[in-house]
């Protein structure tokens, strides 16, 4: 349903406006039927005939008319989302606005003149009635089928209002642009924390105090310590209040490499395999792997070797996942590649996970590391009830 307001917001930039009208297929078939009528009313006179084709030709003046009077004032603006994700649905907002002072809009849809590669429409945008000096949003939904860059050019608002005879439309050139992060599948959790557990990334307690874990030290009693810190065996020595600090943990660190050091063509694949689909399987995985850190609260980081994409420092949170996924869908696969680990030169404390789109290739990084390839997406994810691998 529409949501109308009082106020008439003009659009951010100005776009061009096209006008177009075209007959409905069911327009066609009212025209021939007219047409009969005419004809026949034109060969016999008779009263009942000439006042149907009369009714007729009236109805189309009016669809016709009505449809584009009401569709002058109309201007829209697109609101697309900075970013979507393949496999979840993508909501593009459209806003109406009626600049006339009388007359409103009924049944008016919003539609992409030309979807670009990689969205596929699931629903249409509209609403029901846009009132004079109101302004309506409306929402398509969209599902992403690929990652990268999906670029947005022109619109459409049209009605086929009163009679579903003539199709009205305005096109808009407003150009627009949604990143689509890859998609993220459920890994298993028991994957991520045996892979950390005990390495340089483990848990362990960092060198500064503030926790409830290890004796940290001592320090001199302040107000508001806590009763249950205090040192009393050092009270009782010296006379004096003194607090016991605990060390806090730290959470265990993971660094995602991804090997695109290769190229598309190079990659050592069995003949007729797509090399193409085994390098995005490769980027899904990777991003899996992030989403599952975040999820269990690890301080991860990501480095791509064979692109220029610099090494991301280790930490947590959403805003610094929401950056390692979109530099995966900025990725480039068509772009020459590079030698290289793509790994800072500093020491980094860190398990060391590197995916590769064909076999594992161990020089890529130290011997602690972990390797994993793209075939093993499916078996690191989570299982259905039916033993097979979720999407």
């Not at 909501?91 to 049944?107: Q, T």
Request: charged share 25%; aromatic share 6%.
């Amino acid at each position: 349903m529409p949501e109308p307001s009082t106020s008439l917001p003009e659009p951010a930039t100005p776009v061009r406006r096209r006008r177009r009208t075209r007959f409905l297929r069911e327009g066609l078939v009212f025209v021939g039927v007219v047409l009969a009528l005419g004809l026949a009313a034109g060969s016999r006179p008779n009263n009942l005939l000439v006042w149907v084709f009369g009714a007729l030709v009236a109805a189309l003046l009016v669809s016709g008319f009505v449809s584009g009077f009401m569709m002058m004032p109309l201007r829209a603006t697109r609101l697309e989302p900075r970013r979507g994700r393949v496999g979840e649905p993508l909501l593009v907002r459209y806003d109406i606005s009626n600049s006339a002072r009388r007359l409103p809009a009924f049944d008016v849809h919003a539609r992409e003149v030309a979807t670009p590669a990689g969205l596929e429409p699931v629903a249409e945008a509209w609403t029901l009635h846009v009132g004079p000096r109101e302004t309506a949003h409306a929402e398509a939904v969209f599902r992403p089928t690929r990652r990268g860059r999906a670029r947005l050019a022109a619109f459409e608002l049209w009605t086929s209002f009163p009679f579903g005879i003539i199709r009205k439309s305005v096109r808009f050139d407003s150009a627009g642009e949604v990143l689509i992060h890859p998609e993220v599948r459920p890994l298993r959790a028991e994957v991520l924390a045996r892979v950390a557990a005990g390495g340089l990334g483990g848990q362990r307690l960092s060198s500064q105090s503030g926790g409830s874990d290890d004796f940290f030290g001592v320090r001199e009693y302040r107000p508001g310590d806590s009763v249950r810190h205090i040192a009393w065996k050092r009270l009782a020595g010296t006379g004096r209040l003194a607090t016991i600090e605990r060390s806090r943990s730290v959470p265990p660190r993971v660094r995602i490499l991804l090997d695109l050091r290769r190229a598309t063509a190079d990659l050592r694949l069995a003949e007729g395999e797509d090399a193409r689909a085994f390098e995005e399987r490769a980027i899904v995985l990777a991003a899996s792997f992030i989403a599952l850190a975040d999820r269990l609260g690890y301080e991860h980081a990501l480095s791509v070797a064979g692109l220029p994409i610099p090494p991301m420092a280790l930490r947590r949170g959403h805003f610094h996942r929401e950056k390692l996924m979109s530099a995966l869908a900025a990725l480039d696969l068509d772009a020459p590649r590079a030698a290289g680990n793509g790994l800072s030169t500093s020491d980094e404390r860190a398990t060391l996970i590197v995916i590769h789109p064909d076999r594992a290739d161990t020089s890529i990084a130290p011997e602690q590391s972990w390797h994993f390839t793209a075939r093993q997406l499916d078996s690191l994810c989570e299982q259905d009830a039916e033993g097979g691998a979720r999407a």
